[in-house]
């Protein structure tokens, strides 16, 4: 009976963070009985059942959010992109100068620091109740039952890595529950290690892969498959072999109530071969690929969907047909699309995971960040998210050399159509970049069609930054709804989207793409040495040989970037770049930063890179806003912006555990930097 009353202390108890005062209901004997019907009843129900583990799900959602407002999702935003508005209880420079700590535990700030721990502990006690109950029956075949199954195990294993991300290495739970008849001192329990959580995640994972099913049908599309599974054990094992959590020195005072080190002090090079491998998984896996449009000969060039803009000539990439070149394909609509609505989940062949489209009804979800980046007087949005001008320079050129600004043109586009995507009295420094520039940024002077708008003087319009514009500052001293660095941002914002009498399109979660297992794969090569690994692929059923290879590496890298228009990095940087790995990852970095953007992928990746600290830590820059327009040209001097900036500290790496926490667990530790509760 002992092992049903385990079961029974998971409803009441998440991760010690519901508390225990409530305990002593549990201890009557005629409470236990009932309470055990009820599972049985649940779960001889398929209806039950599955809404059983539909409450699971849940808690990937609210404070799980990894796209959206600030409310949920405030790790969205890095060094690439800004906010000004109110609402999530931690403004841009409180978030950016670590003005945040454990002893928020009430309002949007408390929940905001809390709220991710408390949810995803819950997600584990109710996939772990899940997972010790269900069972085939009259309602339930044999095979549906493995993939309900399946489907508990991701989410148990993708809630402890959300943890892993913010918190880092946290108290892994006993999977049957905990046992109330234990010592109070026996429910406490203290961080893991940062690889011991990897590993428990992988397990979770290839329990997963092992009973989802391959792929989905339409009605399902939201739902884990085979290789959403292993995509999160590959990003797991990716961060467990970077710079943070590998021989990392600086994390040696990261230690549990006994003085055990969590994060590893020793560089094994083994762990980058273990990500290779496990991205490889997906990779040899077939079922996804990058989402491409075909190329469009007609379309307006001030309509919705202009017709398809050609990268200069490439011997090989121009004449050949996707997916070995570009002949055949929008580059900027295949981006562009894959985050403005255009597509649902089951349409998009590259999405390994996604939360699917319920963000719409969810004021705090994508769809309400979108409406944030829209401008307010024509677009009936709140212009107060935009990028960095490091992210706006961040955007090669459209033959994929870097930008840069000393050499770029100055001036004005002086007719409609003069240059690619732009309008007239458009900056000459937004002329001539890459595809992905045009499909994210909302620079001074772009674009918004609007097309869904029932007014036409709210359709088709351009936004000015300037100084007295109307989506520009108005008053120094006044809050009104405008980017302090003057430049916007269109990823996520459909063409034909509007809120002035128009309509809103959902938008679909892109948690996990294939672009990024694709370049996870190269950066994990390229920092093997010349010695190959023997890893076993997830199922044992072959073994890989795994090394540096610079062919491999390529052909991973070289899909993402045919698909942005771009040739490979030996026609576009130096010839050199995939023979020497410093230039490489310096590459790789670049193209994560402009292929992610917005996608909640920088924050951590600048921290597992360590390179928070340089990044982070540097001046925001911005155009300078308090010019107006008759003084144009002095608005796009690169001025630093002083409402948005920002500083890094070791304290940031991690986010701190809530006091109430370290109450109630008495063997918990805090992370670095942050205080502990006295």
Not at 568 to 584: G, M, P
Request: net charge negative.
């Amino acid at each position: 009976m002992k092992k049903y009353q385990k079961y029974l202390i998971w409803s009441i108890i998440a991760c010690l963070g519901t508390g225990f005062q409530s305990c002593s209901d549990y201890l009557d004997v005629d409470r236990y009985f009932k309470d055990r019907q009820e599972l049985e009843r649940i779960f001889n129900s398929r209806d039950y059942t599955e809404e059983w583990l539909a409450n699971a799900y849940y808690q990937l959602l609210s404070y799980n959010l990894e796209i959206g407002h600030t409310r949920f999702s405030i790790t969205n935003y890095s060094d690439d992109m800004i906010y000004t508005e109110g609402g999530s209880g931690i403004s841009y420079s409180d978030f950016k100068f670590g003005k945040y700590g454990p002893q928020y535990t009430s309002g949007n700030a408390g929940s905001l620091i809390a709220g991710p721990w408390r949810q995803s502990y819950d997600g584990i006690r109710q996939a772990s109740i899940f997972l010790a109950n269900v069972h085939p029956g009259d309602e339930i075949d044999e095979a549906t039952c493995g993939d309900l199954k399946g489907q508990a195990y991701f989410v148990r294993g993708y809630c402890y890595w959300l943890l892993l991300r913010k918190y880092g290495p946290v108290p892994i739970l006993p999977d049957e529950g905990l046992d109330y008849e234990a010592e109070y001192s026996e429910l406490a329990y203290p961080r893991n290690t940062y690889d011991e959580c990897v590993e428990y995640i992988s397990e979770q994972m290839l329990q997963a892969a092992k009973l989802l099913e391959k792929g989905r049908n339409t009605r399902s599309a939201s739902r884990p498959t085979k290789g959403s599974a292993l995509a999160v054990r590959a990003k797991a094992y990716l961060y467990a072999a970077s710079p943070l959590m590998n021989g990392n020195a600086e994390m040696a005072n990261f230690m549990d109530d006994q003085g055990k080190q969590l994060i590893a002090q020793v560089y094994d090079e083994s762990k980058w071969a273990k990500a290779a491998a496990a991205a490889l998984d997906v990779i040899k896996l077939g079922d996804f690929k990058l989402y491409t449009i075909p190329r469009r000969q007609t379309g307006g060039l001030l309509g919705a969907y202009p017709a398809t803009v050609e990268p200069p000539y490439h011997p090989v990439y121009s004449e050949n047909n996707w997916p070995d070149g570009w002949k055949d394909i929008d580059p900027m609509e295949s981006y562009r699309s894959l985050f403005n609505g255009d597509l649902y989940v089951a349409e998009n062949p590259e999405l390994i995971f996604s939360r699917g489209d319920n963000q719409l009804n969810d004021e705090y979800g994508i769809t309400s960040m979108s409406r944030h980046q829209m401008p307010v007087n024509q677009g009936g949005g709140w212009n107060c998210h935009g990028i960095t001008g490091k992210q706006c320079d961040a955007y090669d050129m459209i033959d994929g050399t870097p930008f840069d600004r000393a050499a770029a043109p100055k001036g004005f586009t002086t007719a409609d159509g003069q240059y690619p995507y732009l309008r007239n009295n458009v900056w000459l420094e937004y002329a001539n970049r890459e595809p992905r520039f045009y499909a994210s940024v909302a620079f001074s002077g772009a674009n918004w069609p609007c097309t869904s708008a029932s007014d036409a003087q709210n359709r088709d319009f351009q936004v000015f930054y300037y100084y007295g514009e109307n989506e520009g500052r108005k008053i120094i001293s006044t809050n009104d709804r405008w980017i302090p660095t003057g430049i916007g941002m269109m990823k996520y914002v459909n063409p034909k989207e509007s809120y002035r009498s128009g309509t809103v399109y959902p938008k679909v979660d892109p948690a996990i793409r294939y672009a990024d297992v694709l370049l996870m794969y190269a950066e994990a090569l390229n920092e093997l040495g010349e010695s190959p690994w023997q890893i076993p692929s997830w199922d044992g059923s072959q073994t890989y040989t795994v090394t540096r290879s610079v062919a491999e590496m390529k052909q991973a890298v070289l899909p993402v970037r045919l698909r942005a228009g771009l040739p490979n990095y030996e026609d576009a940087y130096d010839a050199d770049t995939y023979d020497n790995r410093d230039k490489l990852r310096a590459a790789l970095k670049h193209e994560r930063q402009v292929e992610f953007l917005g996608e909640n992928q920088r924050y951590y990746d600048l921290r597992r890179w360590t390179d928070a600290p340089d990044e982070e830590g540097e001046a925001i820059y911005g155009c300078t806003t308090t010019v107006p327009k008759d003084y144009r040209e002095s608005f796009y001097e690169q001025v630093v912006v002083a409402s948005v900036q920002t500083a890094f500290s070791q304290k940031q790496y991690f986010w701190p555990v809530a006091w109430e926490e370290l109450r109630r667990n008495a063997r918990l530790t805090q992370a670095p930097g942050w205080p502990s509760y006295d």
